[in-house]
Structures are given as structure tokens and as C-alpha cells.
């Protein structure tokens, strides 16, 4: 299984960024797809989680309103669209997939991607 997050970048603070994740040798349709982030010195936190087909998608607190997740699975891809950034964002973002329900909870995730490096500059 290989998940290869792609799409990060340096942006300024209030701009947008789309971040993809290429999904291999999974059954991707059967899998929830997660975002989650590490910020320098802090530890790995939720951001997003999409479903299947039409389940339930989640997002973190923080970027509640300002990021979007979807998913192709005719593509075996999952995006993370983030407007209005903010320096706060500032992270490593990666990329799982879960062959279970939704969940915001890291350990609860089988694979993982290696992660797309994201600078949001005040």
C-alpha cells in the first residue's frame, strides 16, 4: 500500500492550497480517507475524514469552514482544499486510510502516506 501526499507548499497567510493524496494497492473505495497535520513541536493533529460513498465527513475545530475534503474514487484520490490559511497551519500534513468508519483518531488509521510539507507566511 503506498498513499503519496503531494501539493504543499509556501503560500501567505489568507491564501489556498490544494493538497492530493494518491492511493495504491488498497481497494480505495472501501477505505475512509484522513488529513491529519504536525505542526512544529506539537503533535500530530485530526483535520478531516471522508467516508466511502455519501457517509459522514468530519473536520477539526480549527479549520472548521476554511478547509474542504473530498475524494475520486475513480482516481484512488483524496484532496484536502485549504482557504484562508493562516501561519497557524503551518504544518506536515498526511495523509491515512482506514478500512473502518470514520474516525479522528490517528492510531485508529491502517496506512499512511509520508507526508507535504505546508509554510503559511504571515
Known amino acids: 500500500v503506498q498513499l503519496q501526499a503531494s501539493g504543499g507548499g509556501l503560500v501567505q497567510a489568507g491564501g489556498s492550497l490544494r493538497l492530493s493524496c494518491a492511493a495504491s494497492?488498497?481497494?480505495?473505495?472501501?477505505?475512509?480517507m484522513g488529513w491529519f497535520r504536525q505542526g512544529p513541536g506539537t503533535e500530530r493533529e485530526f483535520v478531516a475524514v471522508i467516508s466511502w460513498g455519501f457517509g459522514p465527513i468530519y473536520y477539526g475545530d480549527s479549520v472548521k469552514g476554511r478547509f474542504t475534503i473530498s475524494r475520486d474514487n475513480a482516481k484512488n484520490t483524496v484532496y484536502l482544499q485549504m482557504n484562508s490559511l493562516r501561519p497557524e497551519d503551518t504544518a506536515v500534513y498526511y495523509c491515512a486510510a482506514r478500512l473502518a468508519g470514520p474516525s479522528m483518531k490517528q492510531y485508529e488509521f491502517d496506512y499512511w502516506g509520508q507526508g507535504t510539507q505546508v509554510t503559511v507566511s504571515s
Open positions: 494497492g488498497l481497494a480505495f473505495r472501501r477505505y475512509v
